[in-house]
């Protein structure tokens, strides 16, 4: 893609509603992320955390509202339910640059590690083989798995497997990361594993859009925290006012219930 201005935010939300159905999950949501900074949206389930992340990178189509990825807005045909992005080589020029870290792993289970951090490169992007391996060992290596390279997903542990999906990420070298709940399948042992990964690269300056149900991973990594309630923006803000300082109802009790 062509580069943008450095202030020009990676991805830019505008009025998003999205609906299954007669039911209205997004209500008018608002959302920008900076290049560089980490946005956190924390909410009850069924709020619409993951709904949103997944409209951001057009894995769901969206009712109404504007998306803009690096500036350039999605183009849309139809109205309402009947509303679809109209450029599918747009769709895919978006999503290969959007990253998505699910919190199922979804790793292929017919192909090693490394075969699996190698395949969107080589397939989607048609990039060398032989540079892709290096890339991806590095990846492996960064997330610290690299021995485990020619090791299948089955043999690694829960938090193994997502970290071999964060290098995965990684290796599509995209503009931005999102993370749907990434260590929510976790045991509290491996849980940490995959946040010290998440936090290095919050440290490194990374654009990320991170869902979670950790609010001290909230805390310590993002530049601006969502509280999503019902569909809605709650209440926004930086981590240290939000959870120093929460002024709606509705987030003092989530903090309050998340805490016991």
């Not at 999605?74 to 959007?98: C, F, M, S, Y």
């Not at 709650?234 to 006012?241: D, L, M, N, T």
């Amino acid at each position: 893609m062509q580069d943008t201005p450095q202030d020009t935010p990676v991805i830019e939300i505008r009025d998003l509603h999205k609906s299954y159905g007669q039911l209205e999950v997004l209500k008018g949501v608002d959302l920008v992320a900076p290049r560089g900074h980490v946005v956190s949206l924390i909410g009850s389930s069924g709020s619409g955390k993951s709904t949103l992340l997944r409209c951001c990178n057009l894995l769901e189509d969206s009712q109404q509202g504007e998306i803009k990825f690096e500036g350039e807005s999605v183009h849309w045909k139809g109205e309402g339910l009947h509303r679809h992005p109209a450029d599918r080589a747009q769709v895919t020029r978006i999503r290969t640059n959007l990253s998505m870290v699910f919190q199922q792993f979804n790793l292929w289970s017919h192909l090693t590690v490394l075969q699996n951090v190698m395949e969107a490169p080589v397939t989607v992007l048609k990039r060398d083989p032989k540079e892709v391996e290096e890339k991806a060992r590095h990846y492996l290596a960064k997330v610290g798995i690299g021995e485990k390279a020619g090791a299948w997903p089955a043999q690694l542990s829960g938090g193994q497997q997502q970290r071999a999906a964060i290098a995965r990420a990684l290796c599509m070298e995209p503009r931005a990361l999102l993370f749907d709940e990434p260590t929510s399948a976790l045991d509290p042992e491996l849980e940490q594993e995959v946040i010290r990964v998440i936090k290095a690269l919050a440290d490194e300056g990374r654009t990320m859009l991170l869902v979670t149900h950790d609010m001290k991973l909230a805390a310590d990594c993002s530049d601006h925290v969502i509280f999503l309630h019902q569909g809605k923006i709650e209440e926004q803000g930086a981590p240290a006012e939000l959870f120093g300082n929460p002024k709606s109802e509705r987030l003092r009790g989530f903090l309050s219930a998340t805490a016991a």
